[in-house]
């Protein structure tokens, strides 16, 4: 191979192969034992499992329906209109309320039976609505029982006013005011229910809030929300077979297998082997790479009979020449490596055809002679770095 010549990419592949040829092995009998855990796991896998599911379920909800009938005529209501499900109603005009509170059920329940006790409660409470209690008045309105899925329905008929009156005679016997005065509907129901073959039941409490406001009164139905029953039930479902690893994982396996086998082959056949002088090619091409920042590309002319030629071993002990010296290392076409100091050459050829004589020792170099960063040596050497114009040692100098 002439120093102009450079290894080809085959070469250079098989060389690394050749390198790394335990390496690549490992790599190929990791990717077969992976690939074949995963192929075994893939395959003898279940083909089934179990989940969880919601077999049936079962909601209960309040709703409220209320109106009053305006018995007192005025200009703006008529004698007998009805006004429905208003938040305000007027105490002189519309004094009576009426509805009905009403529990459903939603789902596939069976067996269903519901109890619904309204009572009415008139109070006096210190802190708002959920303050202290300080007096109250429970009186029952109706208790409805019924069986099946449908609405358990319970009517109610409330003066506002008289209850009012009856607060306010309280307070009276009780001499104090202190106090808010409320009244409120509240309907406690009991269920129970089959649901998917089991035996369910709920209680809820559902209020509805009627507060005075002056000549008004507000009515806020506040129930308890929906109550849910949910049955699940455990069920076997196939597991869907992913292809990507039943059949990626044997072609892993395949792959590895393989390439590990095959060059085995061409290192038992002695394909792998490349000639010693694109081995030392390569290497060296390997080491001019480590240390390019220390070498420039130029040319060097030959030696002068008062010149001290220092062949050196090996390119790496050059730049340490170089590094010590404050030097750079110049690179010649012809491939041999440079260093000029003062009088001294040292020197080492890629190709191995510079060898270090029992003559020519590797001493201290003197100073002052070349700087790294030097475009012309005092030898008449020229170098050039294209990415650096600059060596590493140029800040030293």
């Excluded at 009426?98 to 109070?123: F, I, N, Q, W």
């Excluded at 104090?176 to 035996?199: C, D, F, H, N, Y």
């Excluded at 030629?309 to 290392?329: C, G, K, Y």
């Excluded at 260093?339 to 060898?355: E, K, N, W």
Aim: charged share 25%.
């Amino acid at each position: 191979m002439s120093a102009g010549d450079g290894p080809s990419r085959r070469d250079r592949i098989l060389f690394l192969l050749a390198e790394n040829e335990a390496l690549v092995l490992a790599c190929c009998l990791l990717l077969v034992l992976a690939g074949g855990f995963v192929a075994y796991q893939a395959h003898t896998a279940p083909d089934t499992t179990t989940e969880q599911r919601v077999a049936e379920t079962w909601t209960t909800n309040t709703t409220v329906d209320h109106a009053a009938v305006v018995r007192d005529p005025s200009l703006a209501f008529e004698e007998g209109a009805v006004l429905r499900n208003r938040s305000l109603y007027f105490r002189s005009t519309t004094p009576i309320l009426e509805g009905a509170v009403s529990v459903t059920h939603e789902g596939s329940p069976s067996d269903v039976s519901t109890t619904t006790d309204l009572r009415l409660v008139v109070r006096s409470v210190d802190g708002g609505e959920n303050g202290r209690v300080l007096w109250e008045i429970s009186e029952p309105i109706d208790t409805v029982r019924s069986t099946g899925p449908g609405p358990t329905r319970v009517p109610f008929e409330v003066n506002v006013t008289e209850q009012m009156a009856t607060a306010a005679r309280v307070q009276e016997d009780l001499q104090t005011t202190q106090g808010q005065r409320q009244i409120r509907l509240v309907a406690e129901t009991r269920t129970q229910a089959t649901v998917a073959g089991e035996s369910r039941s709920q209680r809820r409490r559902d209020v509805v809030r009627i507060q005075p406001r002056g000549g008004l009164y507000q009515v806020d139905p506040a129930n308890a929300g929906e109550q849910t029953e949910t049955v699940r039930e455990t069920v076997t479902v196939p597991i869907e077979t992913d292809p990507l690893r039943a059949y990626g994982s044997l072609a892993v396996v395949v792959v590895g297998l393989v390439t590990a086998v095959v060059i085995r082959w061409l290192d038992r056949e002695g394909r792998l082997a490349v000639s010693p002088a694109t081995a030392t090619a390569i290497q060296s091409a390997k080491e001019r790479e480590s240390f390019d920042e220390w070498i420039s590309r130029g040319s060097v002319p030959p030696p002068d009979d008062d010149e001290r030629v220092v062949d050196v071993d090996s390119l790496e002990d050059l730049v340490d020449v170089a590094i010590d010296s404050d030097r750079r290392v110049i690179a010649d076409a012809s491939g041999e490596y440079v260093v000029l100091d003062g009088a001294t050459r040292y020197r080492f050829r890629s190709d191995g055809a510079g060898v270090a004589t029992p003559s020519a020792q590797v001493g201290t170099p003197r100073s002052g002679a070349v700087t790294p960063d030097a475009a012309t040596t005092r030898d008449g050497a020229t170098g050039s770095n294209p990415g650096d114009s600059r060596g590493p040692a140029d800040g030293d100098t």
